[in-house]
């Protein structure tokens, strides 16, 4: 008797693989974590690793200066958001580049560049969607988002990794 039996996580990793991306971008999907945080841990958990500083413009969001936390996909960032849900479960983080007086547009852009570079590398070619200039990886436990700066309102960019569950239950 012979059974080809597919687990869960190896025909996601299929699925994932027929829309284009590479084994790198499997393992991150199911490895389900940011630098060896794994999404919904709880805020208590999160805070005796890093130091958190919570953000006056959300109660569930806290900016992480930690130098290790900054540092992702060959660059370093200007500031990191742990963003959680109301039942205390991370639901991601958005890595930020600042337009300020030591960093220009054109410094921002050539960061975006080589942080797009190095995802498509190792994760394979991102999706576009309509109307949009952002770069997003969608696995089926997270999703990774790429967002340039936007020129007409001189900001920074944004790069997001986000749990797709983010339901308000958070029953999982």
Do not use: M
């Amino acid at each position: 008797l012979n059974s080809f039996c597919q687990s869960k996580e190896q025909k996601a990793c299929s699925n994932l693989k027929a829309k284009g991306y590479t084994q790198g971008f499997c393992e991150y999907n199911h490895k389900y974590a940011y630098k060896n945080i794994p999404f919904e841990s709880s805020y208590d958990s999160v805070s005796s690793k890093l130091k958190l500083t919570k953000r006056t413009t959300s109660p569930y969001q806290y900016n992480c200066k930690d130098a290790n936390v900054l540092r992702w996909a060959t660059i370093t960032f200007d500031n990191c958001i742990f963003d959680f849900s109301s039942s205390d479960k991370l639901d991601g983080i958005q890595l930020q580049l600042f337009n300020n007086s030591s960093t220009s547009i054109s410094d921002i852009k050539s960061k975006i560049k080589q942080v797009q570079n190095y995802l498509t590398l190792y994760f394979g070619k991102p999706e576009k969607f309509p109307g949009t200039d952002d770069d997003t990886w969608r696995g089926n436990k997270v999703y990774i988002v790429v967002s340039p700066p936007n020129e007409k309102i001189e900001s920074g960019a944004v790069i997001a990794i986000y749990r797709t569950n983010t339901n308000a239950i958070d029953d999982l």
